[in-house]
């Protein structure tokens, strides 16, 4: 019996893998078909997830929907943090250290940053000691902000 | 079914905007297809019929831009697949398991990723891996006046289209040496007169030139070099870098080690931070490469009449080789992706008579043999369900892209004026931004882990 069975497993074992692959991706594709292709669904995320996450293409489109760039919203936990967050997306760049995410949302957004709101920000990012960050703020500068930094603290940690 | 699913990865892949946008704008000034024929000679490459198709793409599509441009593509990816599969000799049970195990080593490799990742809208490497397995199959053919005459076709759209495509006549003289007769002599000598009036035109008369060291960077052994840094160090020693190039070609096919001409998997073996994927890649393919030797030798040894795919190794032997030696001026995967469809044929055709070898023995014998190839074609498999990731990854960075350039343009002064780019470029990015694309930061790790960028 052994000796019979045996021999036939190499056959086996090298095809078996590519079949199993080739079930795997006919499930997949009937999936697609139906409009749930699991390695092509998208998760929905809101504008502030999508800053944290480095989204820019969602970023660019939840704007030009007439999404408030700059507004609050729930940065759900294990996303981009441990925790949950309530964070603006150009808070959520600046905790994710990225320069290009509030770039996108400050040339994107239809009304610029004021004067206040560009302060606590260009704040945040002097707490984070983020210069590349520091700098981009700069190029968006209100006429009329300052930099004075009393009482500002970071929503997240 | 393996080939449905990649092509649907790259339906739903936007298009590109490097080295693809501004071909499209190209093509949209352009006043005809035939134009690059008659402007393209000059500077270090001829490639008319490349800007020749991305406007004939452009004016068939009538603004369906993503139908035009992804869907050739998905197209050229299902035809690769059919081309190669219709190259393996499957009679019996063994032949299937080897043919199998030969498509995922063909989706597996990283050559084939080259396929997928990018398109210049078009992806030419992938184009010419298609004319190469044109001319197999018409190798492998019962040939006749046809046979001869599409050898002849495929070899010039080949080389018109990019250097690439001269691996044409190597599949056909190689199968026609190794007894592969369905292109005949006749046919054979024509391709061959061709691929002597290709260099002539070339370089006597349309006295277009070779890659020089100072067009791109390029990696070289733990590091990437940039242009200048290679003037600097190879300038005088062009042989030596260029014998480099040809070597780290080679390997990278034969061990996926070198990758981009960089000993990347290496380096970071040095730094003690070596990702799961680079274990599988080059594991994987070091046992390959030994199977495909080992088998070789036994055949070689055997003394026993050569068959189909005992010729269909001998194709790929030639050009694996003839495509490291093409790949001299710079190493990258891109242009050695014939080669690696190619050695997926040669993985084919070893795997063959190691099944024999491995049912015709005794238990011990098959024992052993089953538990090697028990982990070589699950690591084979795994691979090649990596490529999934590897697009999605790849779709998500362009459709960012074209987020970002409006912003990248204006500010480097290269955003257009004319209403009509503007018009082209709009509609192309709405294209992408509404594309449906999943953020790979969502995935869980270890997909990144095991499957690499």
Redesign the interface.
Known sequence: MVRRVVPGAAPLLVSLPGAILAIVTAVMMLMAAGGSHPLWRVEPVNLSEAAALRDRATIVQLIARGEDPYARREVRANLAFNDRFELTPLEAGIATHRAEIVDMILFSARTPVDAAAWTRLRCLAELEGDKDVSATLERYRPESATQVCDGVTRPWH | ??A??IA?DMW?MPIQVSDSLQEILDAQASTSALRPFVSDAGGNYYRPLRIAQIKALFDLSHGHYHLAYRGFHAALILLLVWLFTRALTVET??D???A??G??VLTGLHTFLAFLREAFPINHFLEMAVFALVALNLSLSRGGWWADVLAALTFVAGALTLESGLLVWVVLAAAWIAGLRGVSTRGVVIVTALFAGYFLMRFLFLHTGLPSLTERSSGYLFERLEAAELQRRFGDARAYFYSYNVLASLLGVLFSEPRDGMFAATLAWKRADVHPFAYLAVGSSLAMTALIVSAAIATWRSRRPLDRPDRLAIVAAAVIVANAVLSFSYVKDDIITIAGVFYALAAYAA?RPV?KY????G?AR??V??LA??V???A???R??GV??VV?EHA?RT??D???L??AWQRNGRWPTDPKQLQLIEALRKD???S????P??VPEWRGLWFGE
Request: aromatic letters at 12%; a positive charge; glycine letters at 6%.
């Open positions: 079914m393996l449905i699913a649907y739903r049970g063994l299937a398991a080897a199998i195990f498509l995922t795997m099944l491995a049912t015709s023995g238990v098959a024992v043999l089953s190839l028990g070589l074609a699950p084979w498999a795994m090649s369900y999934h990731h999605n998500f459709r960012n074209w987020a970002w409006p912003l992408a931004l509404e449906a694309v999943p953020n930061n969502l």
